[in-house]
């Protein structure tokens, strides 16, 4: 009896797991925005470009939004170059600003060398939300790392080197990395920058917009 019961568990859970896919098949993996509602009366859209010349990043983008109160909200931003915007809900018809902006790094790692750095510099983004209205700021985000500087030696060519080889290879890796900081600084590079919203840029962003779910349930705005 015992054994029959297993059985039947068993092959339930694999129709589940078969129904799951098909539907994934079926429906793909879409971005969605919530529908307007009670909770969801605007719908805040931050344009974002994402240069990722890493594997994964290593930080978040955490952003403070204060009312006409001063009261703060947050929103965190997970740098994604397959998606041209980032969205936030909940925000209560208003007029709204965005006034600081950080890069998080995410556990055992660092922006630089700091935990969490802030961009400076930048004019802090006004905004004006309105009820039953998805609001498109006028400004972009632009998340960006620089590229690693890494040996080329595979880890067999590292375990065959003897003592003094490994010390010329670390050495060499890390007058690469001090170059590679200099020449960042002359340039002023900043893991987030804040620009104009470019008429490129825009058509990809209102080209994505449409393949979202529940976008056309909302008016779209600018800001």
């Known amino acids: 009896m015992s054994s029959n019961l297993n059985t039947y568990k068993i092959a339930q859970k694999n129709i589940v797991n078969i129904i799951i896919i098909t539907c994934f098949l079926v429906t793909g993996c879409s971005l969605a925005v919530p529908e307007p509602d009670e909770n969801n009366q605007t ?3 931050l344009p974002v470009e994402t240069i990722q010349k890493l594997k994964k990043f290593i930080y978040t983008v955490n952003l403070t939004i204060e009312d006409s109160n001063n009261e703060k909200v947050f929103h965190r931003i997970e740098p994604n170059p397959d998606t041209h915007f980032s ?25 630089g060398k700091k935990k969490k750095q802030r961009l400076r510099d ?3 983004i006004e905004l004006n939300l309105e009820k039953g209205k998805a609001t498109i ?19 067999i ?9 490994r010390a010329h290879e ?18 002023r590079f900043r893991n987030i920058e804040v620009h104009d ?17 529940n976008i056309e349930k909302w008016e779209i705005a600018e800001n």
């Open 137 to 155: 700021v006028n400004k972009k985000l632009l998340i960006q790392q620089p590229e690693s500087i890494r040996s080329k030696k595979s880890r």
């Open 197 to 213: 919203l470019d008429d490129n840029f825009k058509a990809k962003l209102m080209e994505e917009l449409n393949e979202v779910e």
């Open 43 to 45: 719908l805040l859209i």
């Open 87 to 111: 969205y936030k809900s909940k925000l209560k018809p208003g007029k709204y600003k965005i006034t600081e902006l950080h890069a998080v790094a995410n556990p055992g790692f660092r922006v």
């Open 170 to 187: 670390k050495a060499k890796r890390k007058q690469k990395r001090n170059e590679r900081n200099k020449k960042l600084r002359a340039e």
């Open 122 to 124: 930048w004019n802090v």
């Open 157 to 165: 060519e590292w375990q065959k080197m003897n003592k003094g080889e």
